[in-house]
């Protein structure tokens, strides 16, 4: 079955791009039958959802964020990646991956991985 | 967006209760509806899909019902490994958005 396992410095300053990687395992990241995602939960609180990657590229980002994100894939690695923008303490959170199979129930997130925990701070 | 509210935010219950979470949107979600289960310091676990799907592996005491802006959760006979935060989540439509959580304590 499909494993992910995100990866990237736990600590970004403020105003600095927080980047983190996603390696996917058991399975292809060039499946057709797969959407490649981020979710995120500051401490103590809820989830959000910030967007979702194909492996041809193809991507969808939460507006509340979408002047500040990016995704990528990098398919000869296995692996995909989130890029935000000038962050601020409100960005200080666990940062999940995630996959969500294509077809009607393209939007429910059934493999995760264990989560990285990014904290904003000078 | 559209905004999924939980009731309640806590439920305090004993081994063998019977509960029901209940999940509502802020705007028609179908059955486009997911239930998980998340314990501290781990990733959520799918738990049911399309309102009323058990995924598989998951525990037949877990159901599911609802559509439209509805839902409930239900765990019919609460067992000490689902003392856990559960989420609702609708993926009718971008952005997917999640309900704020109820926390199954124990009583």
């Known amino acids: 079955q499909v494993q992910l396992q995100e990866s990237g410095p736990g600590l970004v300053k403020p105003t600095q791009t927080l980047s983190l990687t996603c390696v996917v395992s058991g399975g292809t990241i060039l499946s057709s039958n797969s959407y490649w995602t981020w979710i995120r939960q500051p401490a103590g609180k809820g989830l959000e959802w910030i967007g979702r990657i194909t492996s041809s590229g193809s991507a969808n980002y939460n507006p509340s964020l979408k002047s500040r994100v990016s995704m990528s894939v990098d398919t000869s690695k296995s692996q995909f990646s989130l890029r935000l923008s000038s962050v601020t303490a409100a960005d200080t959170a666990v940062y999940y991956c995630?996959?969500?199979?294509?077809?009607?129930?393209?939007?429910?997130?059934?493999?995760w991985g264990q989560g990285a925990l990014v904290t904003v701070s000078s | 967006d559209i905004q999924m509210t939980q009731s309640p935010s806590t439920l305090s219950a004993s081994v063998g209760d019977r509960i029901t979470i209940t999940c509502r949107a802020s705007l028609t979600v179908s059955d486009w509806l997911a239930w998980y289960q998340q314990k501290p310091g781990k990733a959520p676990i799918l738990l049911l899909y399309?309102?009323?799907t058990l995924q598989s592996g998951v525990p037949s005491r877990f159901s599911g019902n609802g559509s439209g802006t509805e839902f409930n959760l239900t765990i019919s006979s609460l067992q000490p490994d689902d003392f856990a935060t559960y989420y609702c989540?609708?993926?009718?439509?971008?952005?997917?958005?999640f309900g704020q959580g109820t926390t199954v304590e124990i009583k």
């Open positions: 989540q609708q993926y009718n439509s971008y952005p997917r958005t």
């Open positions: 995630a996959r969500a199979p294509r077809g009607g129930n393209s939007g429910v997130f059934d493999f």
């Open positions: 399309k309102a009323s």
